[in-house]
């Protein structure tokens, strides 16, 4: 069964950095863009980056650019997202997702997520 799993996540201080993982489960991810998402508490999902694999641009939601660093290896089977300079608004649930077709919203496969809190 395919599967995405989520790792990374925990309590940090505002002004912190943690590093989320994405494992691939019996596919390779270097055929599929992955995108991060959120959830934060009583919210809906947002989007928070994807990275292509064709060309490996990179795309992020505008509350992280600057902060946020999303980033791939393929040998390693493995997507990053590296969240630095974190804030209280960053607290949520955080995603990760297979797209075959590229960062364009049609994700096909979904980990289970990870709980990033950010507090003092």
């Known amino acids: 069964q395919v599967q995405l799993a989520e790792s990374g996540g925990g309590l940090v201080q505002p002004g912190g950095s943690l590093r989320l993982s994405c494992a691939a489960s019996r596919f390779t991810l270097d055929s599929y863009a992955i995108g991060w998402f959120r959830q934060p508490p009583g919210k809906e999902r947002e989007g928070v980056s994807c990275?292509?694999?064709?060309?490996?641009?990179?795309y992020y939601a505008d509350s992280v650019k600057g902060r946020f660093t999303i980033s791939r290896d393929n040998a390693k089977n493995m997507v990053y997202l590296q969240m630095n300079s974190l804030k209280p608004d960053d607290t949520a649930v955080y995603y990760c997702?297979?797209?075959?077709?590229?960062?364009?919203?049609?994700?096909?496969?979904w980990g289970q997520g990870t709980q990033v809190t950010v507090s003092s």
């Open positions: 997702a297979a797209d075959a077709g590229g960062c364009d919203g049609g994700y096909d496969y």
């Open positions: 990275i292509r694999n064709t060309d490996g641009r990179t």
